[in-house]
Structure formats: C-alpha cells, structure tokens
C-alpha cells in the first residue's frame, strides 16, 4: 500500500468548537465573556436578557464605545483582539479580556447576531454568524453600542446541550457571574431580565451601596470597612461584623485588580482574624478588593479558572489577617454574641474593652448546665435550647418502640430506609456501610433501663453484648431527621404562627430559589410569603422548633439547597430535614433526665437506620464484653 500522508489542519470552524469547549461551558460563560467585553469597552449601562435560563436565548446590551464594520467582522476570529499586542502587555491586563477567543468560541457554539456601532459612524453593522459560518452581514440604523444576541446555545453540539442542568442552576450560575462583575464596577448600571421579568436593576453607584443593591439593607448595615495599603498590596472593601456570621452562604467575594478570584488561602487569613469570635464551622460576609503589581500576580492560569497565583502570598496573607483583625478590634465588634452554639460550645466572649489586640486570654464560655430544655420553664442566652420535646413528637404518634407508625411507611424507600436510596449520590448523605455487628435491631435496645450521662454528652447504658455510649446531639438529630422527612413526604405538618413576622431579604439569586422551594418550605410548616424585591415574611414555622432563630434557619436551608444545585424533589425534601434536625437537635452539654436519656434510646431505635446520622457519623458505639473483659487482665 502507497503510504499516504494523514496529517491535515482541522478546518476553523472544527478548531473553533473544540477551543469553545474550553471557554464556553454553559449560558453563565456566554453571559460572562459579553458582560466582560461590555465592561472592557467602556459601558455605562449594561443590560442582560435571557430566555429559558439562557438556553434559547442571551441578549447582552451595551452602551460602549462599539465597532466598526471591520472590528466587528475580525471580532469573531480566533486570536483576533483589540487589548493586547506585545507579548509584555500580558503581564499589565488592564481589561477582562485578551485572549481574543470568547467571541469565536460562542460563535461556533451557537446562532449569533451582532449589531453594533460607533459613535463616530452614522451606520452600524448587523452580522450573523452560526456555527463559525458567517451567514450575513448588512449595514443598518442602530444606537451607540454593542447588542449580542446568542440563540440556541450548543444548537451543534447536542452532547453539551444535554450537560445543562435545571433552568434555576444555569440561572444561578448566571446570576453568580453577572454579581462577580457588578461588585467590582459600581459605576456601571445592570439590568437582567429573565423571560421578560425583571431581576436586577442596579444604579450607578458606589461599590457599598452596590453591595446592599445586590444582597440587601441588612448585609449592608453588618459591614465595616477594609482600607490599607502597604507596597505590596492594596486592599479595600468590607468585612461583616460577628454577627453577621453563618454556617453557610455567606457572601464571600475576592477581587484583584477588578477581577473576581477564588482563593482558599486568603480565605483562611480573613477566618483566623474572626478566630475566637465566631464558630469554627461559620463563615462570615466579606467583599475584598485587592490592588497588586499586576507583574507579581497570574491571571493566566485557565480561561475559565478564577483562581489566580500571587508572588507574595504569604506576606499579603499576613496583611490581610491583620488588616481584618485591626478592623475588628477598632470597631469594638463583638460585645455581645448570641451564637447558635451547636458542636461548638466554647466560645470565647470578645472583651468589649478590646482595642486593636486580640483579647490576651480568652473568656470563659458561659455555659448553664443545669439547663433543661425538657422543662417548658427554660431560658437561656443559647436560643437553641428553648425546645419543647414534647412538641417535638406532637404529631407524629407514639413514638416509642413497636408502635406501628409512622416511620416505616415513608413512601419510595426500601427497606434500609432513605439513606441506601442515596448511598451511590455524591450528595453528602452517603452512609458508610453499616457492619454486622453494628446494625442493632430494635429490640435489644427495648431493654434500655438505666443510663447514665457521661460528660454532658454521651449516653451510657448496658445491653446484652456489651457497653453502649450514644451522642446524644447525634441520635437526635437522626431522630428527628426521620421525623421531618416523613412530614415533608406527608406533605402534612403542623404550622405554628408567628406573632411578628419575621422578614427576610435575600439576594437576587437567593430569591429565585426561594420561589422554587416554597412549596416544600410549606410542606415543612412554613409559611412564607414573598412580598416582592427579594422580601420575604415568615409568618409561621414548624411547630416544635420555636426556640430556633426562623430566618436563620431558613437561609440556612436555602444556601444548601442552592450549594447542592441540581436535586430532586427527594434531595431538597433530605437537605431541608437534616439541616431542620442539625439546628433543632439537643446539644451537647444539655443535661438528661433518666426518662428523657430512656425515651431518646428508645426513638433512636425506633428509626430505620439509628447507627448513623443522615450524613453519615456514628450515634453510637458499642464496647463489646470480651473489649471490656481484656482490659482486665
Ligand atoms: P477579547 O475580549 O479577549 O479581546 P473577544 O473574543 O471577547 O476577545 O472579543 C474580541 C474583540 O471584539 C475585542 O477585543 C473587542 O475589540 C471586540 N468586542 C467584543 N465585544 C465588544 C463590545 N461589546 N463592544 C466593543 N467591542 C467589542
Ligand atoms: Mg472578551
């Protein structure tokens, strides 16, 4: 056979796609990539439209200098920009973009139309091109600006398309791109629509007012302000006070040199300032704009990546930790914490004379042992604690072992109980393996007749193999995790009014989940009503957890279920129980009764699967006779 030579350069229109691969992951990157562009060139105004998440359509509207008949045409070659020329101006990025790729790799990917003029010129341009194939180009009237329109994303690529999640994940990723972009430019003025509807309409403003515009009053007036600059580094922005602190979906932004970035590390320096203030598992709010020798950073790691590499990390790390500590200290910030406390009991009290050191030897925790939160009379600093357990069964039948119900008619799972449903998701509620000799059946443990409190903590009592030491905070929240999943597949709770709704705003992207869940918020014993403008009221919440913080925990709910994406109906029914069961579980430190430690073993045993939480951690541990009888030889 002649040997033929095989090597030929792929056709751009091939090259083309298999770069926007790279660039062009979902409607969030489209969205990105224009918004940017539009930022670049010198908007004002800046305005998104999109239909069915951006699936079918993204419109991007600018004020901005626009293109001439030429630039708009050499826009969508690969390589093609107008930011950079040298090789050295790569390590001076003044504008988002440089790479020259975005406006090829969409074209590739989906149905475009542009239309764009200067000011200069009388006539814009209007250009169509679909799948890199140029398919018109005409002179027409437009205003001052550039419009893209992207129709149809992945029309091409049918293997990408079905790589999309759910309208309300793309949505919040696109959401999430456009508020990285609005933080850093305050003066230019966002509008996104979503199928007509309005989202956000922000003004031209300052960044703190941007702030309180994008997530709400009440994160605005929890904020201190960040200014130092040494040679190194400049850093400006804001830090929320300990109070603002939460378990999860706190906003947490980075900046450098305009530009949105993830960075784990520098995460860390602003925590070790809140050390000692808040909880180890909370995060606090923090909106932080850094301004660096753009030679000593790398923005060049990955089109798509936001992480970026510094020189000087570890001196900047140690800036930025005492920047923020000085920051705390100077603004006195924390003179009376009332923290939800669970795992973490020992929280040292900031001293309220505190100047800009940290406090020389932390207070002591105040912790109320004789607290009991089984006697209705209870209060206590710790809002947690004030639970009535009796409330907390209301509803549900007897509970003690052997009565039928209601635990073993929640529909759809098998035998083993909701977690062997989710056992091979990666969604956090995996279960080890139960072993053997860990899966206790019910009634050995009918036998449980005196127990004995060990530590605040652990529950110890004696069964026919051995010794048994159960978490009490643990078996409670299984307990009522089974309890809130059956509700919520029940669709039948009890609801208990609110004598003064609580108000919650949330962000934009906050707020579109939030409509989407307020049915099973509903079905959990909520009611919330959505007043508009990201204000929602609750106006009642689940009976039995009236000692908890509502807002609070129904942010909580919501950052996870947000953190999660794309679930079924089940998983937001599982999420919602466990964080429910996590905050309104018994701490450790409550001290027990002899019946309520009792009645606790007999409900953890009534469950499916009482070896472990829903997450996944042991309730309770067995020494067997034989462990016991070896120490004593
Ligand atoms: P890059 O932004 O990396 O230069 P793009 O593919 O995103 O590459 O854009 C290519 C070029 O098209 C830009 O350099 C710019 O000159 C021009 N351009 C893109 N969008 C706009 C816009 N909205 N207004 C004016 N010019 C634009
Ligand atoms: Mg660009």
Known sequence: MASEDLIHLLPDSVANQIAAGEVIQRPASVVKELVENSVDAGATSIQVRLTDAGRTNIQVIDNGKGMSETDARMAFERHATSKISNPSDLFALHTFGFRGEALASIAAVAQVELRTRRE????????RIAGSKLESQEVEMCPVGTNFQVKNLFFNVPARRKFLKSDQTEMNNVLAEIERIALVHPEISFAVYRNEVELINVPQTTTRQRIQHLFGKKLG???????????????TGCVGIPESARKKGAHCFFFVNGRYMRHPYFHKAVMEAYAHLIPASEQVPYFLYFTVDPSRIDVNIHPTKTEIKFEDEQAIWQILMASVREVLGRSNAAPSIDFDVADCPDIPLFAANATTTPPAA???PKLDNSYNPFRQSGQDSYKRQAIDWDKLYKGIGKSTLGDEVPFDDVPTEGAAGIEVHSLNETNGFALPPVSEDETISGSVEASVTDCYQYKGRYIVTSMKSGLMMVDQHRAHIRILYHRYITQLSRQRSTSQGMLFPEMLSLSVSQAVAMEHLLD????????????G????????????I???TPSALV?????DAIERGDVSKEEIHRTMALTMARSAAIVMGQVLTMEEMTRLIDELFACDVPAYTPDGKKTFIIIDEDEVSKRFR
Do not use: C, R, W, Y
């Not at 403008?533 to 039995?544: K, V």
């Open 120 to 127: 200069e010129d009388e006539l814009g341009t209007v250009i």
């Open 221 to 235: 007036q929890e904020l201190l302000p960040v200014d130092v600059e040494t040679t190194l580094v400049k850093i």
């Open 362 to 364: 932390p207070p002591m």
């Open 520 to 531: 099973d918020f509903g079905s959990l014993g909520f009611d919330i009503t959505n007043m």
């Open 533 to 544: 403008g990201g204000s929602f009221a609750i106006q009642g919440i689940p009976a039995g």
């Open 546 to 548: 009236e000692g908890l």
């Open 555 to 559: 942010e909580h709910i919501l950052a």
